[in-house]
């Protein structure tokens, strides 16, 4: 199986700060690699598809980029409702790996 | 638009099987993938396996294999994912989501069910 690693596993930010979270993949997945928002008592929430393609409807302060093995979701300008957790995965083999997920945090 | 409804919430005994089902609406149920995936409580996501609706064919988690049975009936646009001997640490909440292919071939989960909670208590 391929395992997910994120880091950090949490972090607290202010509001219109720039946050940098990272996946690291154990074998080379290309760039098929997704990235999830789960807000409490929630399903989760496609955000970017393919590594760096932005989901339908997601805000544009929302970017990924990344290939291979190592992948990292940017948000610019953090907002009051994009604290939540977020989750990678991986859909390039079976099963579908997801990382164990960045608390995103207020300060 | 597009739906997915879970059924509800289930208390079960240890040993025991549960049995969620994922009522589809406002697509082509027969064209895209159910996975399923579930959260322990204050845990992350665990993706347990996938049903392609027009086949049938299915692909299980190493983990769950011989335990879960996932199935489809289109004539009702429904998924259902059954878990057996149940223990404690089956305890979640258990989504479906569909899969959809996009840029580049590759697959994202775009649409979610709400969520079934499975308790497993003595």
């Known amino acids: 199986d391929i395992q997910m690693t994120q880091s950090p596993s949490s972090l607290s930010a202010s509001v219109g700060d720039r946050v940098t979270i990272t996946c690291r993949a154990s074998?080379?997945?290309?760039?098929?690699l997704n990235w999830y928002q789960q807000k409490p008592g929630k399903a989760p929430k496609l955000l970017i598809f393919?590594?760096?393609y932005l989901q339908s409807g997601v805000p544009s302060r929302f970017s990924g980029s990344g290939s291979g093995t190592d992948f990292t979701l940017t948000i610019s300008g953090l907002q009051p409702e994009d604290f939540a957790t977020y989750y990678c995965?991986?859909?390039?083999?079976?099963?579908?790996?997801f990382g164990q997920g960045t608390k995103v945090e207020i300060k | 638009q597009v739906q997915l409804v879970q059924s509800g919430a289930e208390v079960k005994k240890p040993g025991a099987s549960v049995k969620v089902s994922c009522e589809a609406s406002?697509?082509?149920?027969?064209?895209?993938?159910i996975h399923w995936v579930r959260q322990a409580p204050g845990q992350g996501l665990e993706w347990m396996g996938r049903?392609?609706?027009?086949?049938?064919?299915?692909d299980y988690a190493q983990k769950f294999q011989g335990r879960v049975t996932m199935t489809r009936d289109t004539s009702i646009s429904t998924a259902n994912m059954e878990l057996s001997r149940l223990r404690s640490d089956d305890t979640a909440i258990y989504f479906c989501?569909?899969?959809?292919?996009?840029?580049?071939?590759?697959?994202?989960?775009?649409?979610w069910g709400q969520g079934t909670l499975v308790t497993v208590s003595s």
């Open positions: 989501a569909r899969g959809i292919t996009m840029a580049q071939g590759v697959t994202g989960f775009d649409y």
């Open positions: 406002g697509y082509t149920f027969t064209g895209y993938y």
């Open positions: 049903i392609n609706p027009n086949s049938g064919a299915t």
């Open positions: 074998q080379s997945i290309s760039n098929y």
């Open positions: 393919a590594a760096s």
């Open positions: 995965q991986q859909t390039y083999s079976t099963p579908r790996t």
